[in-house]
Nanobody
Framework: QLQLVESGGGLVQPGGSLRLSCAAS????????IGWFRQAPGKEREGVLC????????NYGDSVKGRFTVSRDNAKNTVYLQMNSLKPEDTAVYYC???????????????????WGQGTQVTVSA
C-alpha cells in the first residue's frame, strides 16, 4: 500500500493562511493523482481539491473556490494544499489520498482513492 504523510496543520486565526503538504514514502507520486479531503467532527469526509498526475486540477467544493489551491512538486515527491482566507468552518482534519493518474471529474468520494495519509488537524479560531 502506498504511504502518504500529511503535515502543516495547526491553529490559525480567521483570515490566515496555511500550506499543507502530502509527501509520498516508498514510491513516486509521478503517476498518481492526489486528492485532498477534509472531515469535520460529526461529518462525512468530503473532497476539496484534486491534482492529476499531469497537473490539472478539480475543485469539489464551492466553499473553497478562490481560497484554496493545489499544486505538486514531483521532484520533492510532494503535493501541497495552499489555504488562504481561512474561515472557522474550514476547521477539520485534512487528508490526502492517491489514485492512478486522473482525478474524478466534478465530484468525488473517499472510495475513489486507494491510499490515505493519517491526516493533519487544521483549526481556525480566534
Amino acid at each position: 500500500q502506498l504511504q502518504l504523510v500529511e503535515s502543516g496543520g495547526g491553529l490559525v486565526q480567521p483570515g490566515g493562511s496555511l500550506r499543507l503538504s502530502c509527501a509520498a514514502s516508498g514510491f513516486t507520486l509521478e503517476h498518481y493523482a492526489i486528492g485532498w479531503f477534509r472531515q469535520a467532527p460529526g461529518k462525512e469526509r468530503e473532497g476539496v481539491l484534486c491534482i492529476s498526475y499531469a497537473g490539472s486540477t478539480e475543485n469539489y467544493g464551492d466553499s473553497v473556490k478562490g481560497r484554496f489551491t493545489v499544486s505538486r512538486d514531483n521532484a520533492k515527491n510532494t503535493v501541497y494544499l495552499q489555504m488562504n482566507s481561512l474561515k472557522p468552518e474550514d476547521t477539520a482534519v485534512y487528508y490526502c489520498g492517491a489514485r492512478s493518474y486522473f482525478c474524478p471529474r466534478l465530484a468525488t468520494t473517499p472510495g475513489d482513492f486507494d491510499s490515505w495519509g493519517q491526516g493533519t488537524q487544521v483549526t481556525v479560531s480566534a
